[in-house]
T-cell receptor
Framework: QKEVEQNSGPLSVPEGAIASLNCTYS??????FFWYRQYSGKSPELIMS????GDKEDGRFTAQLNKASQYVSLLIRDSQPSDSATYLC????????????FGKGTTLSVSS | EAGVTQSPTHLIKTRGQQATLRCSPI?????VYWYQQALGLGLQFLLW???????NRGNFPPRFSGRQFPNYSSELNVNALELEDSALYLC????????????FGQGTRLTVV
């Protein structure tokens, strides 16, 4: 059974700081990784996808992938109060095609 | 371009009744996924449809079922509703092949009383 593990948090950072969110996964064969942001009561929103080892940057967001260590992280630079949300890490369930297996999410709180 | 749309937004049913939830994928997407998110719990995979066929299902009883129509829209049926079925039901769509990005609709909040 594939597992995706995340610290539930809450992770609290001051406005303007860097927030670091981590995720580990159990299946060494995983090839793609996704980060979703979910505001309370809303649906998940895709914010980053990463397929290769290394870093991928998109605006204030950087995803980092290390397949050898089976972890993927998300860095949020210059954190804003509007970044306060739950961040979900997801990996495709290969036995179910592209259906994603989600971690339970890390709650981020950015204080102004 | 329209995103994934779900209806209804809210649904209140009585225990033992049936609920039908609907989903329209992004244009061009052939895969539709259903997830359940109960309060305080993570997203649990329910069902995956692609090209009109059920491709896989998660660890849910058979009273959770659905189908995909020729236009790739989908419906989820939950029979013999139980109180613990109260949750946010999310539909997502993707291009339908490995490792592609999936996008979610706004969800249907099902409350069983």
């Amino acid at each position: 059974q594939k597992e995706v593990e995340q610290n539930s948090g809450p992770l609290s950072v001051p406005e303007g700081a860097i927030a670091s969110l981590n995720c580990t996964y159990s299946d060494r064969g995983s090839q793609s990784f996704f980060w979703y942001r979910q505001y309370s009561g809303k649906s998940p929103e895709l914010i980053m996808s990463i397929y290769s080892n290394g870093d991928k940057e998109d605006g204030r967001f950087t995803a980092q992938l290390n397949k050898a260590s089976q972890y993927v992280s998300l860095l949020i630079r210059d954190s804003q109060p509007s970044d306060s949300a739950t961040y979900l890490c997801a990996v495709p369930h290969n036995q179910a095609g592209t259906a994603l297996i989600f971690g339970k999410g890390t709650t981020l709180s950015v204080s102004s | 371009e329209a995103g994934v749309t779900q209806s209804p937004t809210h649904l209140i049913k009585t225990r033992g009744q049936q609920a039908t939830l609907r989903c329209s994928p992004i244009s061009g997407h052939t895969s539709v996924y259903w997830y359940q998110q109960a309060l305080g719990l993570g997203l649990q995979f329910l069902l995956w449809y692609d090209e009109g066929e059920e491709r896989n299902r998660g660890n849910f009883p058979p009273r959770f079922s659905g189908r995909q129509f020729p236009n790739y829209s989908s419906e989820l049926n939950v029979n013999a509703l139980e109180l613990e079925d109260s949750a946010l039901y999310l539909c997502a769509s993707s291009l339908g092949f490995m490792n592609t990005e999936a996008f979610f609709g706004q969800g249907t909040r099902l409350t069983v009383v």
